[in-house]
């Protein structure tokens, strides 16, 4: 397991024991689980790869035509070869009637592959001198063998039987059933195991890795042929899975029989990359004690923590190493050999490839509880990294650096570790960024880790006790939060995929400061932004608030704008602004040992703009430009023009850039008065990444009285659409035709209804959407089309667009009449709505990896009258969503007798 520390993660080998739940038979030993964040297979193997190529180390990857990865590591040390194939499906792609399907099925591969009947998958390799195990995780399955060097390809031809071939006999399935549910009883008799289920069920509620991945008894008793076929059959795909070859080879030699055994197979279906989970609400702490037959108390707490690609892993599992890594840790030496409170104790960390763990793990005598608790949780709400010493990080980051480099020493262990490598974490770079974090860690990072994550109310503690213990639930949860309170106002945190320790303030003059440290790059992210935009625009000075943000990055009252241009530069910064249609915005972004300048620049920016003549000749001239741009393209065109087309009302009909006659006039003193007005407005400041809080904050209450802002802001009101119509654009010269048909819908202020929207949009759009699939692929009436969801707060609109010949243009048009009405007309299948629920959550995450990109939603949010994480929660509300809610929103939403439909002609 990646980054499980050499010691502090020994409290998990028997932890785990269900956690990557492997079988028995043959190897007579269970393999090291691992971590897991892993994409879609064959997403992260370059298309480079094909042909082969050498990466260096020995290492030559090559994606087969279907999209299969086939690593190999020659390695002459002995002689012996390693090979397994990872299938990127395991107990997370279950349904919860299904739980314990994939650990079944891991087991019936010993039952019969290929052209092996009962007993001869283990008897081919064990006669050949070799040995043979599968295992199972949450995110992913494992099938390998170990044979001797000159037995490789019977090595190979067997791993790829048992993966690909089984043969699943429906007898000896039932006998096999009673094997896993003899595993399981024995699985209930470990402590271990039911703390860790325990664990998990509270964790990670309402998620696939709430159940044990061997499941529970009456879900495998349910288990059948048929609907192991069924499982195997979306996510058992060539581009799904990695094979992987380390030992005595020759790398061409192992390619040639990869490509014979494996180039003809195809795939069935797309492969749709999960995303993380959202983290849990911050409501605890929880805390639940199982009495059992147990002579010991055994505990937990656990914390939630990101997924496996999280940079702050390496500081975290560092805190983990000195917290409770060893004999020398911080927990050990005081509860374990000074206070002799406990057997033992540790900490440690997990992360899977949607989600993670942080857990403190003790056992102990039933009657040293309560004097144990009450010392420890006084312990973890005093613990303070600033106060690490150097000998301890130094001792952390050897013992962290040990635990990962001495997984190689076997060609097992060499095997697992780069194959996790090339499948989840693009190749060795990950570990060495890793390790990189792991030696960069200091203790201001660690110590803003510490009270982001280490937080009593995201902790869920599972106690389980003897059934005569008298252990006082009540009154243990009762002295945990007396002596380690939850902060008041505390945020949930689930932003980004990971938690957060977002404050939110109110400041004197009416505005709002948002605060999301983030220490994974030492750069600085800032979000201003106003109520306003063109909504304080007369119809005459449409386009007035766009060249007024491009004046506001064209000189101060101190720098020209070259000055300004090479005062960014140096300092590898940017600094800009936008206009909205009812907001106004100013973004930068820094490294954070800049901090001190560029809040100073951005002051100046705002107070006290140049708007010099000169400068605004050319922003003039850059806007009229852009608007002979937009003109000038068939699709600029069209949603130039749109919001004229659709609403009655200012300023959602306004033109953006303007009118060009307008622009043309403009002048300094009207940009002047323009900002003037605007900055006067109560803003919303957001920062995300490193910073300094107390500077931060003080730079915005300066702010507010420097910018002179009065507490009444802009309302909204809400907009007047015109009157259903169809307009036709002529763009002379031009080849295809562009339609878009536009239907009225709710606005924002509606979560419910946007949600189902949303929902509806995902379905419909992409190049696996309903319309795609029907228009491009069975009809080819066009390389673009696609649908999209656009919402005010008071109201928005669904479209539906193409580009297409202009003889297509009717055919086109019944197409998206016939999609309406079917989508109206009959519920989502149930690939199709989770298709679209996975798309939902997959571009939130994406579209929000960079500080700007958080900085910008939370202000954005928020000057528009929303909660900073509103768009998190239209995605978690939309997972709820059901295929019906959905049918419903489009029989309201898609009536063709509504649409307004605009077209660009050549």
């Excluded at 030492?522 to 909504?535: E, F, M, V």
């Excluded at 708007?611 to 600029?636: C, M, T, V, Y």
């Excluded at 060009?660 to 009207?670: F, G, I, L, S």
Aim: net charge neutral; charged share 25%.
């Amino acid at each position: 397991m990646r980054r499980i520390t050499s010691r502090s993660a020994l409290w998990l080998v028997p932890l785990l024991a269900l956690f990557c739940a492997t079988n028995l038979l043959a190897a007579g030993k269970k393999s090291a689980p691992r971590k897991a964040r892993p994409a879609a297979v064959a997403a992260v193997l370059p298309a480079s790869a094909t042909p082969a190529e050498d990466l260096g180390a020995g290492n030559t990857l090559v994606r087969l035509k279907n999209g299969m990865g086939v690593l190999v590591r020659e390695d002459d040390r002995f002689p012996l070869v390693n090979i397994r194939i990872l299938v990127h499906a395991g107990s997370a792609y279950e349904t919860p009637a299904q739980a314990g399907i994939s650990h079944v099925l891991e087991h019936m591969v010993f039952k019969g592959a290929g052209d092996m009947a009962v007993g001869e998958v283990a008897r081919r390799i064990e006669a050949a001198g070799g040995s043979l195990n599968a295992g199972t995780g949450f995110d992913h399955t494992t099938y390998y063998v170990e044979v001797p060097d000159q037995s490789w390809k019977l090595g190979l031809a067997t791993v790829v039987d048992m993966t690909l071939r089984p043969t699943l006999d429906p007898k000896e399935l039932e006998s096999e059933k009673e094997v896993v549910l003899a595993e399981l009883k024995r699985g209930q008799d470990s402590p271990d195991s039911m703390l860790f289920q325990t664990v998990q069920r509270m964790l990670w509620k309402d998620t696939s890795y709430a159940w044990p991945i061997i499941g529970y008894t009456d879900t495998v008793r349910a288990v059948t042929t048929r609907s192991m076929r069924d499982y195997i059959a979306p996510l058992y795909q060539p581009q799904n899975m990695l094979l992987c070859v380390v030992g005595r080879v020759k790398a061409a030699e192992v390619l040639a029989e990869a490509e014979r055994l494996l180039g003809g197979l195809s795939n069935t279906g797309q492969i749709v990359p999960p995303v993380p989970f959202p983290a849990p609400k911050a409501d605890g702490p929880h805390l639940e004690v199982v009495r059992g037959p147990w002579n010991k108390v055994h505990m937990a707490l656990a914390f939630p923590a990101p997924d496996f690609l999280s940079a702050k892993m390496a500081g975290l599992d560092v805190l983990a190493q000195v917290l409770g890594g060893d004999s020398t840790s911080r927990l050990y030496r005081k509860f374990k050999y000074d206070l002799r409170l406990v057997d033992s104790i540790s900490v440690g960390s997990s992360n899977m490839e949607r989600s993670g763990v942080l857990m403190v793990a003790a056992e102990l005598d039933a009657d040293k509880l309560p004097k144990f608790w009450d010392a420890l949780v006084a312990e973890l709400a005093s613990f303070d990294p600033a106060d690490i010493s150097d000998q301890e990080l130094a001792r952390a980051r050897t013992n962290i650096e040990a635990g990962l480099f001495l997984t190689r020493e076997t060609i097992a262990g060499l095997a697992g570790k780069i194959s996790h490598q090339y499948a989840f974490e693009g190749g060795p770079q990950g570990e060495a960024n890793y390790l990189l974090g792991v030696a960069g860690a200091n203790r201001a990072q660690l110590s803003a880790l510490y009270r982001e994550y280490f937080r009593p109310e995201r902790l869920s503690a599972a106690i389980l006790a003897p059934k005569d213990g008298l252990i006082d639930q009540a009154k243990l949860l009762q002295a945990l939060k007396g002596r380690w309170p939850a902060k008041a106002g505390a945020s949930d945190g689930a932003e980004a995929g990971s938690a957060k320790a977002v404050r939110q303030l109110k400041l004197p003059g009416g505005g709002t400061l948002v605060l999301q440290p983030d220490h994974t790059l030492p750069y600085t992210a800032l979000s201003l932004a106003w109520p306003g935009g063109d909504g304080l625009l007369k119809p005459s000075e449409q386009g007035l608030a766009t060249l007024t943000a491009s004046m506001l990055g064209r000189g101060t009252a101190k720098l020209s704008a070259n000055q300004l241009e090479d005062f960014l530069a140096d300092r590898a910064a940017s600094l800009g602004a936008g206009a909205g249609t009812e907001t106004f915005s100013v973004n930068a972004k820094f490294p954070s040992r800049f901090s001190a300048d560029m809040l100073d620049l951005v002051r100046q920016t705002l107070v006290s703009p140049a708007f010099a003549e000169k400068e605004l000749a050319r922003a003039r001239e850059d806007q009229l430009n852009g608007i002979k741009r937009s003109e000038d393209q068939p699709i600029s065109l069209l949603f130039r023009n749109l919001s004229g087309i659709l609403f009655a009302s200012a300023p959602q009909s306004y033109k953006r850039l303007g009118l060009a006659t307008d622009v043309a006039r403009m002048t300094a003193a009207q940009a002047r008065d323009f900002w003037a007005r605007q900055s006067r407005e109560p803003f919303v400041l957001s920062v995300c990444g490193t910073f300094d809080e107390a500077a931060i904050t003080a730079f915005a209450q300066a702010l507010e009285k420097d910018l002179r802002v009065e507490p009444k802001a802009y309302v909204p009101a809400t907009p007047a659409w015109n009157p259903k119509t169809s307009k036709t654009l002529t763009l002379k010269g031009r080849k295809q035709s562009h339609l878009l048909v536009v239907f009225p819908a709710p606005g924002r202020e509606d979560l419910e209804a946007s949600a189902r929207l949303s929902v509806l949009r995902a379905a419909l759009a992409g190049q696996s959407g309903l319309l795609f699939r029907d228009l491009r692929d069975r009809q080819g009436l066009g390389y673009t089309v696609t649908a999209f969801l656009s919402q005010g707060k008071h109201a928005g609109f669904m479209a539906f667009y193409i580009a297409t010949d202009p003889d297509k243009v009717p055919q086109a048009m019944e197409g998206f009449r016939k999609a309406a009405e079917d989508i109206g007309a009959k519920a989502l299948p149930g690939a199709e709505l989770a298709r679209a629920k996975n798309i939902l959550s997959g571009e939130y995450y994406q579209d929000r990896q960079s500080l700007l990109a958080r900085s910008g939603e939370a202000a954005g949010a928020l000057v528009q009258g929303y909660e900073r994480d509103m768009e998190r929660k239209l995605v978690e509300r939309a997972q709820q969503v059901r295929a019906e809610d959905v049918r419903a929103t489009a029989g309201a939403v898609l009536k063709w007798d509504g649409a307004f439909v605009v077209q660009v002609e050549p």
